[in-house]
């Protein structure tokens, strides 16, 4: 272990075999799924107007779940009026008792926490470790984090009154499908407003087991409005003139169509779309640190992080080092059964996600970009893409520009602080970035300087409900989390 | 603005672009003729083409850097410094605002006073936003975390068609306070005020490129700022009613941050943020807390 | 030329070996206490911990009737012929040649705990001398501690020497050099000192956490930072040292936890009891709960193993 600033010469060989190989660990716990699933309106599961179905299935074998309601526009119109209908008494309600039914919700998700992480895990291919340990227990966090809100309307912006906006719609993604909604849901209650959400067309599942613990807790029928459905149905929450303001998460090209639609509407938006987030390692960084902050920069859930740290920024003295560590790091992840405790890199959410990184790969490969991935079989069934590197890429290579959304790292190098914020911020996204340095002066300096709207300093993907979270640039606009997310569902 | 006194012949003033802190024509070459209240002959003004719109987002976005980059306090200092050359000026001011919008003495000069007095709130702001709407937040772990307001780059501002003075300020000193940059379509037929103004910012301490002002028309120019995609904001306040939507529209290429979507505002009152927070992004560092 | 910094020594050491983020590391070993080793592999987890078992006993009250049913724990730890002896037994000087009497001929060691344990407060010949006399009296591994004193001062080059001296006393017996992490404080100071040591030792000698005489001892954090300091030195150098967390480790799931991060870190070759030990008493009882739970399906009273010590 001499100067970490030589590259490794004569490494001796490691062996991560199988001597001690795991037994198949599977969870158990039964996620009590429905053969169908119906539209989530005015308290009420109905059955859609149109009376079509659309099948989700298990991207990990391909099996299906549940048949899920399709929303038309009629039902969409029932769910706003609905909503509407609910509005007055909800907001007319005191804070306090808002802020009750919100500690409700999240002491029943809690109490249900491994059979919704297991619903999770199956309806949308992510491990079971991290819809048991991050998805549905910080889905709970924002909803204890908002229901303390809930009470405190004049302190979100102090100095001006502050109400409930009305009707909101809300149009969330499949990669944290749980997650996404509580982001969601939890501070447009909080401020006193009513909701039609809608959930992505391949992870509908959990939005409707949530409607049960809506039920559970008793929440007044219309103040939560579940529409399930595909790209139309979205666009016809997203358009609704009943919604007083709008909120996706999504990719950027879907956003900017919602957005044309509603210019000029005075629509108040939110939006959190796509990204492509340089992490940067300055050579004085702790490798081995920056190595599993980089793994999970880009390959928790897969990569479909819309803050993943796609664009590994390495300073040219470590490089070897770098890449020899995340290699060798990258050969213990274990891909597999999503349900299995032990794995760590589960399904790719859909077929159609598949083909996008699928595409987008060979295309690094044709561009003169070098592949890499560490042994892995993939299983038979399902949708698969085993965790890969891509070294040799420049600038202009379409792998370091665009959004792949899943799990596959583009590695660049820089020489100096300056080079890598011009590299880091060489980009038209802006969420998030992540810095590795063991100096806290220059953690700052580069923090002040990445175009980002979340800096992680020698960390990565962290969240929590108190921190504001949201992009510069095309990456989006408002923010969620914190008392800065509150600002969003409030007429001030 | 007497044409002559006692026999003397005025020597009157050129109205030109402002870009980068130079005081260029329009590179098209081309003027129009600004008129008084009762249809009188004032001056020419430059009519802006694209490329002006062009040239000055880049002056904005090669000022953006420093000015970002520059203190708090020193921009309050320099937005304050503003106020003061204003008042050195305040004569100037008033004549022209008379001569362009026909209104009485004690009328133009609250005008300009008000102004005057704009900048100076805004300048107070300068070393205050960041506390008003930065917080450092609870995570639950081993971070220090904390949210802080940024500005958000290059903003595009179609200035009021009424207020050519007050008006103007109030909008362009909320977008340059936390340290944006500007390019400013001033009102198209009261523009001299705020080339006047703008002599005054070459003069003060605020750095070419921070604030570039053209004049013209919003049909023309409104659109390529618009559309820019190294343009982070618009106000569009000064637009057509019947152009706003088709902006807004063009504005979402690359989101710009979107305020001035209805065009009347009490440029008296006194302002709310709205429009400060309008350019600035909110950015959380996550620093880790352990040995 | 540029004036030597006083604390340039520390500098170089630091830059040498590479920081360690504490945040980051307990992040990593969270993982792997997440691993799930459910029935065979399970099995084979417990049956590889008792095997790279020290079964210690450190107490004044140590007697050579304790030291004998310790070393018939060791050899035969449970009646099932499935588990096989643990590695080693690990007692004070002068009880390594009753010991050695008992265990002298099987696979179990002699370890030896040396150089006035627990603090090292004590002049180095002494220390060196008590070394001999524990080589002398049949002890086939020493156990030292650092100069932690000299450590924390900037004596770098002090604390090598002494541990290059104990080396030199310990003849062909194997050396295990504890760190005492719990007074190093930071993890720098761990990787710092896991480098310095493993530079002066020779390949089959471990470093090893603690005493188990201070409140905190091995934890999965502090011994990634060693097995991660350890992976580096081997990379570099070729040189396979061992690893030995001590203190602290009294269930069969926190031992499984500890293999898991020596599989993801060091890989295959280190899941063997020549280069992983646990130091550990009350650890094996555990084990051999969990061993007869997965053989006969029901859970264990504690009446039903010997020895159930709770010390160290």
New interface residues.
């Given amino acids: 272990m001499p100067s970490k600033r030589q590259p490794a010469r004569g490494r001796a060989g490691l062996i991560f075999g199988d001597l001690w190989e795991f037994d198949p660990a599977p969870e158990t716990a039964d996620p009590r799924l429905k053969p169908r699933y119906d539209l989530f309106i005015g308290g009420k599961f109905v059955r859609p107007r149109s009376g079509k179905y659309f099948a989700s299935i298990n991207p990990a074998n391909e099996r299906k779940l549940a048949d899920i309601a399709l929303a038309g526009p009629a039902d969409v119109d029932a769910a706003y009026a609905a909503a509407a209908r609910a509005f007055g008494p909800w907001s007319a309600l005191h804070g306090r008792e808002r802020g009750k039914y919100l500690f409700r919700i999240a002491r029943l998700l809690q109490d249900r926490a491994r059979e919704f992480a297991v619903a999770e895990t199956m309806d949308g291919g992510k491990p079971i470790r991290e819809s048991r340990d991050f998805d549905v227990p910080m889905a709970a966090a924002h909803f204890f984090y908002h229901a303390g809100w809930a009470d405190k309307l004049d302190y979100v912006a102090p100095g001006r009154t502050a109400g409930p906006l009305g009707v909101v719609g809300q149009v969330i993604p499949w990669n944290f499908p749980l997650l996404m909604l509580a982001w969601k849901l939890s501070p447009a209650l909080a401020m006193g407003n009513c909701v039609v959400l809608k959930p992505a067309e391949t992870t509908s599942i959990t939005a409707l087991k949530l409607a049960e613990i809506l039920q559970d807790a008793g929440l007044p029928p219309g103040v939560v409005n579940i529409v399930t459905g595909a790209g139309g149905t979205g666009s016809a929450v997203m358009g609704h003139p009943g919604a007083a303001k709008v909120a996706f998460t999504g990719s950027t090209e879907v956003g900017k169509l919602i957005m044309r639609q509603l210019a000029g509407t005075g629509r108040r938006m939110t939006m959190e779309l796509g990204g492509k987030a340089a992490n940067v390692v300055f050579e004085d960084a702790p490798i081995d640190q920056a190595v599993e902050g980089i793994v999970n920069g880009i390959f928790f859930n897969q990569g479909h992080v819309c803050c993943a740290g796609s664009r590994l920024l390495v300073q040219e003295s470590v490089y070897d080092e770098v890449i020899a560590s995340l290699r060798r790091r990258l050969g213990t992840l274990r891909l597999g059964d999503p349900l299995d405790k032990n794995t760590d890199v589960g399904a790719i959410n859909s077929a159609a996600q598949l083909a996008k990184i699928r595409e987008l790969s060979d295309l690094g490969e044709a561009e003169g970009a070098e592949r890499w991935s560490p042994p892995c079989d993939l299983p038979e069934r399902g949708f698969w893409f085993p965790p890969t590197i891509f070294t040799g890429v420049a600038q202009a290579h379409r792998i370091a520009r665009e959004e792949i959304f899943g799990p596959v790292l583009s590695v660049l190098t820089f020489r100096t602080p300056a080079e890598a914020v011009e590299k880091a911020n060489n980009t038209p996204y802006g969420l998030s970035a992540g810095v590795w340095t063991e100096k806290g002066s220059l953690i700052l300096w580069m923090a002040s300087r990445l175009r980002a709207g979340v800096v992680w300093a020698n960390t990565f993907n962290r969240f929590d409900p108190a921190s504001p979270f949201g992009g510069y640039k095309e990456s989006g606009y408002g923010r969620e989390g914190g008392r800065h997310g509150l600002e969003a569902y409030l007429d001030v | 603005m007497s044409d002559s006194v006692a026999g003397r012949v005025a020597v009157r003033k050129t109205y030109k672009l402002y870009i980068g802190g130079a005081f260029p024509r329009s590179e098209s070459g081309r003027s129009y003729v600004v008129s008084d209240s009762h249809g009188g002959f004032l001056a020419n003004a430059a009519l802006a083409s694209r490329k002006d719109a062009r040239d000055a987002v880049s002056a904005a976005r090669k000022a953006f850097a420093g000015w970002s980059g520059a203190t708090a306090y020193n921009r309050g200092q320099v937005l304050y410094r503003v106020a003061e050359l204003m008042e050195g000026r305040r004569s100037q001011f008033v004549s022209e605002i008379r001569a362009a919008e026909g209104i009485g003495s004690s009328k133009a000069e609250a005008f300009v006073d008000a102004a005057i007095d704009r900048w100076v709130w805004y300048a107070g702001w300068a070393d205050k936003i960041a506390q008003v709407r930065g917080s450092s937040n609870p995570v639950a772990g081993p971070y220090f975390n904390f949210s802080l307001p940024e500005p958000t780059g290059v903003v595009a501002v179609l200035a009021p068609q009424r207020g050519p003075l007050l008006g103007f300020v109030s909008v362009v000193a909320p977008a340059i306070v936390s340290g944006n940059t500007v390019v400013v379509l001033a009102s198209e037929q009261y523009p001299l005020p705020a080339v006047t103004l703008s002599e005054v910012l070459a003069t003060s301490d605020v750095p070419g490129g921070v604030v570039n002002v053209l004049t013209g028309r919003v049909p023309e120019i409104g659109p390529w700022l618009a559309s820019h995609m190294d343009v982070n904001a618009i106000d569009l306040t000064g637009a057509p009613d019947d152009l706003r939507d088709d902006l807004a529209v063009a504005a979402t290429d690359n989101l710009k941050r979107v305020v001035g979507l209805s065009a009347s505002t009490d440029w008296a009152a006194t302002p709310t943020l709205d429009r400060m927070l309008t350019y600035l992004e909110t950015k959380t560092v996550w620093h880790p807390a352990a040995m | 030329m540029v004036p030597t910094r006083p604390n340039a020594a520390r500098a170089r050491l630091l ?14 070993v969270a993982k792997f206490a ?9 099995v ?2 417990l049956r ?1 911990a008792v095997s790279m078992t020290d079964l210690t006993t450190l107490e004044g009250k140590d007697t050579p009737g304790k030291i004998d049913s310790l070393c018939a724990k060791a050899l035969r730890p449970h009646d099932h012929p499935g588990v096989p002896p643990v590695a080693a037994v690990c007692v004070y000087p002068a009880m390594v040649a009753r010991a050695r009497r008992r265990v002298g001929g099987t696979p179990v060691k002699v370890a030896s705990v040396a150089t006035a344990f627990p603090s090292g407060q004590t002049h180095l010949r002494t220390r060196l001398a008590e070394v001999r006399g524990a080589v002398a009296d049949g002890a086939d591994e020493i156990d030292m501690v650092i100069n932690r004193g000299a450590f924390l001062s900037g004596e770098y080059a002090r604390v090598q020497d002494e541990i290059s001296a104990v080396s030199q006393a310990r003849g062909a017996a194997a050396l295990k050099v504890i760190l005492e992490v719990s007074e190093l ?4 100071n761990i990787r710092m000192a896991s ?1 310095l040591a ?1 530079r002066v030792l020779r390949a089959g000698d471990f470093i090893k956490t603690s005493t188990g005489k201070t409140p905190l001892n091995a934890t999965l954090s502090n011994t990634q930072v060693m097995i ?2 350890i ?6 150098t ?1 040189v396979a040292i061992g690893m030995k967390p001590a203190g602290g480790i009294r269930t069969a799931k926190q031992a499984l936890h500890f ?1 898991v991060a020596v ?2 870190t ?4 280190w ?1 063997t009891g020549r280069r992983y030990r646990f130091g550990a008493s009350s650890l094996l009882n555990d084990l051999l709960r969990q061993l007869e739970r997965e053989r006969t399906g029901a859970y264990q009273a504690p009446y039903s193993f010997s020895e159930a010590s709770e010390s160290y």
């Avoid at chain 3, 997440?34 to 399970?42: N, Q």
């Avoid at chain 3, 404080?185 to 720098?188: H, K, L, N, S």
């Fill in positions: 830059g040498e070996a590479g920081a360690v983020d504490q945040a980051g590391i307990e992040e990593r997440t691993r799930s080793i459910k029935r065979a592999s399970k084979w987890g590889l404080e930071t993890y720098d480098l493993m991660e300091a992976r580096d030195f081997h990379a570099e070729g293999l599989k993801e060091l890989g295959d070759a899941l």
